[in-house]
């Protein structure tokens, strides 16, 4: 079955920056997209950055764009997300996610069916 296990979240201050790693099995990484989505205290989950399964295509919610990078490593299986300049509004429990169907483009929650566990990223002021 698919497995997607994240790493690299914490807690630091705003201005910082973090990696968040998701390492995928159970998939073939390169025929999916993978998608970073975010879920903040009493709001819906929001993609923040996906990439597609040839790393040709990317998205950046608007709220991250220039601060994050979404990249993939096929040899590893693993999806990064390179978060710079981080701001108090950033903090939200981070999923990795990954497409119910190969080499489909999407950007909604209900078009991903595996998930990480999801790692904690708090930043404070």
């Known amino acids: 079955q698919v497995q997607l296990v994240e790493s690299g979240g914490g807690s630091v201050q705003a201005g910082d920056s973090l990696r968040l790693s998701c390492l995928v099995s159970g998939r073939t990484f390169s025929r999916y997209a993978m998608g970073w989505f975010r879920q903040a205290p009493g709001k819906e989950r929001e993609a923040a950055a996906v990439i597609s399964w040839s790393g040709g295509m990317t998205f950046y919610a608007a709220s991250v764009k220039g601060r994050f990078t979404i990249s993939g490593d096929n040899a590893k299986n693993t999806v990064y997300l390179q978060m710079n300049s981080l701001k108090p509004e950033d903090t939200a429990d981070y999923y990795c996610?990954?497409?119910?169907?190969?080499?489909?483009?999407?950007?909604?929650?209900?078009?991903?069916?595996?998930w990480g566990q999801g790692t904690q990223v708090t930043v404070s002021s």
């Open positions: 996610a990954v497409t119910r169907r190969p080499l489909y483009w999407a950007l909604t929650a209900d078009e991903y069916d595996a």
